[in-house]
């Protein structure tokens, strides 16, 4: 299947500074990536969609200049926290359509900010 | 996309059958039901998806009545590290919308020894 591998898995940072996330497709050239953010014993929240070399889409109430989203190339998106606070924290994970049938998941990153 | 209802929770015992029924009564023609499990701190995987009647695969079973208007997620002789979420998608071949996915609550199967 399509692999999606997202680095980092976790992360702490200070309140105020940037984080970047990425999320890389291993086997499968996705034009389209999605970022979901996941709070404790909530299910997953779509953020945006993360469009290969075009701006990205976010979904209602989702800062786009808080989370800058780049999708420079048909395996690589990245999503940066910009100045972080501890409302921030949470689990963000980015997906693609791998095929015809199912999305493909990354590990999922764990922000936390202090 | 079709909303869905599950069950919040479920408890179960190791060896047992575990059926996860979800409703979706605005389903489309055009719709698939997919199911993917998320275990904590971790991405969700997909499990099984199918349109109609009954699919199965190495993991579970999907019943699907005539009318579509619900599902059951049937998972045979649950172990312990069945323990996790498990979501039912109403949408198109990747269980939402042009692949961006709307996830209900879910259901946590709590499987015991």
Known sequence: GAVVSQHPSRVICKSGTSVKIECRSLDFQATTMFWYRQFPKQSLMLMATSNEGSKATYEQGVEKDKFLINHASLTLSTLTVTSAHPEDSSFYICSNTGGNTEAFFGQGTRLTVV | LAKTTQPISMDSYEGQEVNITCSHNNIATNDYITWYQQFPSQGPRFIIQGYKTKVTNEVASLFIPADRKSSTLSLPRVSLSDT?????????????????????????LSVKP
């Not at chain 2, 996790?84 to 946590?108: E, H, M, P, R, W």
């Open chain 2, 84 to 108: 996790a979420v498990y979501y039912c998608l109403v949408g198109d071949n990747y269980g939402g919308s042009q692949g961006n996915l709307i996830f209900g609550k879910g259901t946590k």
